[in-house]
């Protein structure tokens, strides 16, 4: 599952990308989240002052955080993996600063676009199927049986959550697919994935999930790092008596203190961190299994194979 990071092309970067990775994404969320919560505070009390105007103004700003820092988190993304694929599938050496701003990045943000964007159209569409489900079952069922349409509806949810991840592990080779042959490829990846889609499973969902606890374990300590800046007894104190307006001033004289502006820069740091350290874990089965694929292959003409020709 990690043979990824044991071959001489990986090992040695896993923890420099990582690194590297983590400072990028670290001042991605300084630079945008600040400013976007703020503007999210501001529609929320354009909200309650029932001023419709200022409040979709600020959802309108908030929408346009939102999209940069997915564009530059994906940017960052692709660029780190970019830089471990070529290690690892071709033995290219860039040193302590192994990044190019080209051709590869650019597939690579393509492949990873291609890959959620397939993803979301998967879990949309089936969320649309079994909304109609529900909505059949309950017209032609009546109101007496309530329950067991709420309990069909369980039921199809937990089959599409496994159809998503099931898609998900069959197209996950895309990106490593998109560094081994130069061209961008999503679909395609099913090719790579075909006779090994239960290894793939297991291994992504091992490695996903070692990756997810050190998310969830360094983003909780974040949390609280952050947290810890912001509360204070006369804000605990202003909330239990409902004085809307005393907890708004106390939080932004909490928000401009430099305690919380310390503790908000180490759990962004912490949150970046345990972000990394998931996407490396993940790229590691990805790159393994498409390697694999290309050497069991590799003895067959480019041409003659049928899973190459498909590509």
């Known amino acids: 599952m990690f043979g990824a990071f044991r071959s001489p092309g990986g090992a040695k970067l896993f923890w420099i990308l990582t690194a590297y990775l983590t400072i990028a994404l670290t001042i991605i969320y300084l630079l945008l989240l600040p400013p976007m919560a703020a503007s999210y505070g501001r529609m929320i009390l ?17 929408m346009m ?9 994906f940017s960052a993304n692709a660029i780190v993996r970019a830089a471990f694929y070529r290690a690892y599938f071709f033995g290219v050496d860039d040193g302590l600063f192994p990044f190019r701003f080209g051709r590869d990045e650019v597939q690579q943000a393509l492949a990873i676009l291609g890959f959620y964007a ?6 949309i569409a089936g969320g649309i199927i079994i909304g109609l489900v529900f909505g059949f079952a309950g017209v032609m069922m009546g109101e007496s049986a309530f329950g067991f349409a709420i309990f069909l509806g369980f039921i199809f949810m937990i089959a599409l959550m496994v159809v998503i991840y099931w898609f998900m592990v069959v197209i996950s080779p895309a990106g490593a697919l998109t560094a081994l042959r130069g061209n961008t490829h999503v679909l395609a990846a099913r090719h790579v994935s075909k006779g090994r889609r239960g290894a793939i499973f297991g291994s992504i969902f091992v490695a996903g999930l070692i990756g997810y606890i050190a998310y969830y374990a360094l983003s909780t300590a974040g949390f609280l790092s952050g947290l810890s800046g912001l509360m204070s007894a006369e804000l605990f104190s202003a ?14 004289q909490a928000v401009n203190s430099p ?9 962004l ?21 498409t390697k694999q694929w290309a050497d069991a292959a590799q003895d067959v003409p480019y041409g003659q194979n049928p899973e190459q020709e498909a590509l």
């Open 269 to 289: 740091f912490l949150m970046s961190a345990g972000m990394a350290f998931f996407y490396m874990i993940i790229a590691g089965p990805q790159a393994y299994f």
């Open 259 to 267: 305690g919380f502006k310390a503790g908000l820069a180490v759990a």
């Open 46 to 62: 354009s909200s309650m002052d029932s001023s419709t105007g200022a409040m979709m103004s600020e959802l309108g700003k908030v």
């Open 239 to 252: 909330i239990l008596a409902e004085d809307s307006q005393e907890v708004v001033d106390l939080v932004q």
């Open 118 to 123: 397939l993803v979301y159209v998967v879990a």
């Open 65 to 73: 955080f939102v999209f940069v820092l997915i564009v530059l988190s």
